[in-house]
């Protein structure tokens, strides 16, 4: 997942992503809104697709891209653990908590 969003396009797909929570976006929107051409916006959102973090439904002959919170929830839950927590390389209370 990691690897996946160490690129900046996709970095960017899954925050415009996380801001159209939870209704999603259609491609041609995600492309519109990034400048991003289509072939190349397919090819992230099949990677983000792959590793977990997007998640699509098809509505007729759309599909609707939405940013998958269990999953990102997830990876912050063991970013914050492995950090914060176990190896305490970062002091728990430096880390900012939106609640």
């Known amino acids: 997942m990691l690897a996946a969003m160490g690129a900046e396009p996709r970095l960017r797909i899954v925050r415009l992503l996380l801001a159209a929570h939870p209704h999603g976006m259609v491609v041609g929107e995600i492309a519109a809104e ?3 051409a289509d072939s190349t916006l397919t090819h ?3 990677t983000l697709r792959r ?3 997007v998640t699509v ?3 007729g002959t759309q599909r609707r891209h939405m940013a998958d919170i269990a999953a990102l ?5 063991f970013l914050y653990a492995e ?3 176990r190896n305490q390389a970062v002091d ?3 880390v900012v908590c939106c609640r």
């Not at 929830?73 to 839950?77: H, I, M, N, Q, R």
């Open 83 to 85: 950090c914060c927590t």
């Open 92 to 94: 728990p209370r430096s």
């Open 44 to 46: 992230h959102l099949a």
């Open 57 to 59: 439904r098809h509505e």
């Open 73 to 77: 929830a997830a990876l912050l839950g």
């Open 34 to 36: 990034l400048g991003i």
């Open 51 to 53: 590793v977990g973090l």
